[in-house]
T-cell receptor, first 111, second 114 residues
Framework: TQLLEQSPQFLSIQEGENLTVYCNSS?????LQWYRQEPGEGPVLLVT?????EVKKLKRLTFQFGDARKDSSLHITAAQPGDTGLYLC???????????FGQGTRLTINP | KAGVTQTPRYLIKTRGQQVTLSCSPI?????VSWYQQTPGQGLQFLFE???????NKGNFPGRFSGRQFSNSRSEMNVSTLELGDSALYLC?????????????FGPGTRLTVT
């Protein structure tokens, strides 16, 4: 059973389009993180959200933590080919001191 | 600061053999975690070491073990390799006492079992 469900699993869009990736769970998390992984490399931390309803922006990327701290979304505005990669959400259950990862969303931005 | 380094980057082993992977964390980081990444199961937590003690463990068989040295460097060992152990093994470090469990990953060791 996957504790964190990401959707969609695959997404291929044209440069300049907008997109949203979702990360859902029935569990409450004390924090939730988003990572991006490129081929041949390890995941790189993009953001950590900790407060229900929190919104964080990183240039063209907007991250939101659900009010109940059970879900999160990543929105990319005007996607560019450099945004291509595997996007992973990861949650820390309360007191767990470890992360559970979603299956990932493989994003391809076509020029 | 230098990032997390892992050696070797690629490894080919035969079923039944054992393997040891090495990880050097970011300087000053006391926590080292290991993950297994496969296309089917995604990224799964193996275990975490903090100040030379295993602090947390995932749901993997006892063939998977690890240790951490006094300089925070860590090794992971897999004994009696199975075909299903073929995966990307990722090491991640963190300060260990931070409020939120943020991971800084190395590039991984690609293990192929034949």
């Amino acid at each position: 059973t996957q504790l964190l469900e990401q959707s969609p699993q695959f997404l291929s869009i044209q440069e300049g389009e907008n997109l949203t990736v979702y990360c859902n769970s029935s569990s409450v998390f004390s924090s939730l993180q988003w990572y991006r992984q490129e081929p041949g490399e390890g995941p790189v931390l993009l953001v950590t959200v900790v407060t229900g309803g929190e919104v964080k922006k990183l240039k063209r990327l907007t991250f939101q933590f659900g009010d109940a701290r059970k879900d999160s979304s990543l929105h990319i505005t005007a996607a560019q080919p450099g945004d291509t990669g595997l996007y992973l959400c990861a949650g820390e259950a309360q007191g767990a001191q470890k992360l559970v990862f979603g299956q990932g969303t493989r994003l391809t931005i076509n020029p | 600061k230098a990032g997390v380094t892992q050696t070797p980057r690629y490894l080919i082993k035969t079923r039944g053999q054992q393997v040891t992977l090495s990880c050097s964390p970011i300087s000053g980081h006391r926590s080292v975690s290991w993950y297994q990444q496969t296309p089917g199961q995604g990224l799964q937590f193996l275990f975490e070491y903090f100040s030379e003690t295993q602090r947390n463990k995932g749901n993997f068989p006892g063939r998977f073990s690890g240790r951490q040295f006094s300089n925070s460097r860590s090794e992971m060992n897999v004994s009696t390799l199975e075909l299903g152990d073929s995966a990307l093994y990722l090491c991640a470090s963190s300060p260990g006492l931070a409020e939120y469990y943020e991971q800084y990953f190395g590039p991984g060791t690609r293990l192929t079992v034949t």
